[in-house]
């Protein structure tokens, strides 16, 4: 009951003199329920690996299972699979066409050959759990909102297939702090209440660190570590030789523990530095 | 499914045939194509085949990827071939069911699909050695005697230069949108061709957006930076003859002409 992939290898153009290795030789499995970040520099090969997930690629070698079944085969219902693994690239705010944003919504239920009534619920709840009014918006045109709205409509849009798995490849890319909080913490409550299992692609530690649980480092079309927040970040000098650096206060936790100062390192999150140096500091007075 | 198209590619390398000065290689592209028209014999085919592969020898571009760019193309030369083979009237030689061979249609046949692949190669020779800004650039100076007579030449040029920049880009673009869509449950490959049509909107609608706001970007990106046409509008790299773009200008007539020459001898006439 998984996504696992085994030994995957993608070659782009392959036979041609353009031969490019965006994936190397991958093993990997994802459990249900889990919050999973795939972290890696642009060009690392990260989006490329998550469109093996649904079968939007085809590994040029290598199986891909979804819960056991092997979806790189011929003859496989792609649909249900994509409906099962949903997928919000980045800006999906471009690939918005309808008239209506009930309708744009409505796009992908309907496509999985939804009655129209079922359809009509999974839109109003689609976008009642992304925080826009159903009743207020369903009958404008989407072209009318603002950036984040329509990012947020988009989302929707992939959300109403009510998928098991959803991937996210960079989905705060160019929003302001306060949008990227609230997707955030909207993927953080689809995993928490609606046990979505999430996998979320960035190039942000900073971002990864306050939700994924486990995580994967690709690094030129490998997996070159993976494990809980605690495991990666611990090895601060290999993630920084290429290139990716720790979230601040991870880092700040660390400096601390190297003047002496006697804190935990395994820190991810502003608030859970704050009570940490606070209790170090109450536990100094107390000595 | 896009990134495999290389047919017109740029491809950089340090050749001779790279450094030319890009209007001498349209102008010899001109004068290739003429030839290649009004030769009717094989031995001039031959001439124009060998210079050919001359050039693709001096241009340094690896052989594997040229014969790749062909590859697309191969099929209308084979259709070409096989409809002249059939479908000329003349002295029988072979026959398949229905189907006539001629001697006739042999010859026009292969001098046909000879023809296409000269055209095509000589063709490719130009647009796999020279940037497509060159290609422009070149464009525009050889048509600026038309200034003149009111033509916007520089307008038209940077149009071209434009709308080359922007056909990988909107290339990509449509590949990830319908990567977008398909993962919505669209299938871009099934059913009727009534439903196959309606299945392009959700991949058009985006593209033209897009396209629009990208024409946009790009509108006000020039304006800032006090773009008005061609008037007064000086160069950074001013295209300058030199006594290899004279050469080589030369040997084109000069092989161009032999080809023509040699129309007149051997009896294989097509």
């Known amino acids: 009951m998984s996504i696992s992939i085994e030994n995957l290898t993608h070659f782009y153009s392959q036979d041609t003199p353009l031969e490019v290795t965006a994936l190397e030789d991958i093993t990997l499995e994802i459990q249900p329920g889990e919050f999973i970040g795939i972290i890696g520099q642009s060009g690392s090969g990260k989006s490329t690996l998550v469109q093996h997930f649904n079968g939007l690629l085809k590994p040029s070698q290598g199986k891909v299972y979804l819960e056991g079944q092997d979806i790189t085969l011929k003859g496989v219902n792609l649909r249900l699979i994509r409906q099962r693994v949903g997928m919000i690239f980045q800006y999906p705010e471009q690939q918005l066409f309808e008239e209506t944003i009930f309708a744009d919504v409505a796009f992908g239920p309907r496509n999985i050959g939804l009655a129209e009534e079922d359809v009509k619920a999974r839109v109003e709840q689609a976008l009642e759990l992304v925080g826009l009014n159903s009743q207020e918006i369903a009958q404008r045109s989407p072209f009318q909102l603002s950036g984040g709205q329509k990012r947020r409509v988009a989302m929707a849009g992939v959300l109403a297939m009510q998928p098991d798995y959803l991937i996210l490849d960079e989905p705060t890319a160019n929003l302001d702090p306060q949008g990227r909080d609230e997707i955030l913490f909207l993927l953080d409550k689809l995993n928490q209440e609606e046990k979505v299992t999430i996998i979320l692609v960035s190039h942000s530690m900073e971002e990864v660190a306050r939700v994924a649980q486990r995580i994967f480092v690709i690094h030129q079309g490998k997996v070159i570590t993976s494990g809980s927040l605690g495991q990666v970040f611990s090895q601060e000098e290999e993630l920084e030789t290429i290139g990716l650096a720790l979230p601040q206060v991870t880092k700040l936790m660390n400096n601390l523990a190297k003047i002496g100062k006697k804190v935990k390192t395994d820190i991810f999150t502003p608030q859970q530095a704050a009570q940490e140096i606070i209790s170090c500091i109450r536990g100094k007075k107390d000595v | ?270």
């Open chain 2, 1 to 270: 499914m896009f990134r495999n198209m290389i047919i017109g590619q740029y491809i950089p390398r340090d050749s001779n045939i790279h450094q030319l000065d890009p209007r001498i290689k349209i102008l010899s592209l001109f004068i290739l194509l003429t030839g290649a028209f009004l030769v009717k014999n094989f031995l001039g085919y031959l001439v124009l085949t060998l210079f050919s592969i001359t050039i693709l020898f001096l241009s340094e571009i690896p052989l594997k990827l040229f014969f790749h760019s062909l590859k697309p193309i191969l099929w209308l030369i084979i259709f070409t071939m096989i409809f002249h083979f059939f479908l000329t009237e003349g002295k029988e030689i072979a026959r398949l069911g229905p189907l006539i061979m001629t001697q006739e249609g042999l010859i026009r046949g292969i001098s046909m699909s000879w023809r296409l692949l000269l055209l095509i190669v000589f063709s490719s020779l130009l647009t796999l050695t020279t940037s497509p800004l060159g290609l422009t650039d070149g464009l525009e100076s050889l048509l600026s005697p038309l200034k003149k007579l009111g033509l916007p030449v520089h307008e038209l040029a940077m149009m071209i230069t434009i709308a080359l920049r922007f056909i990988p880009t909107l290339l990509e673009e449509a590949e990830k949108i319908m990567k977008a869509q398909t993962a919505r449950g669209m299938d871009f490959s099934q059913g009727s061709i009534v439903r196959r049509i309606y299945a392009l909107i959700p991949l058009l609608v985006p593209l033209f957006i897009s396209a629009f706001r990208r024409a946009d970007e790009l509108a006000t990106a020039m304006e800032a930076r006090c773009y008005r046409g061609g008037i007064g509008r000086t160069r950074m790299k001013e295209l300058k003859l030199v006594p290899m773009d004279g050469l080589a200008l030369t040997l084109v007539f000069a092989l161009t002409a032999v080809a023509l020459w040699v129309n007149r001898y051997g009896n294989w006439s097509a």
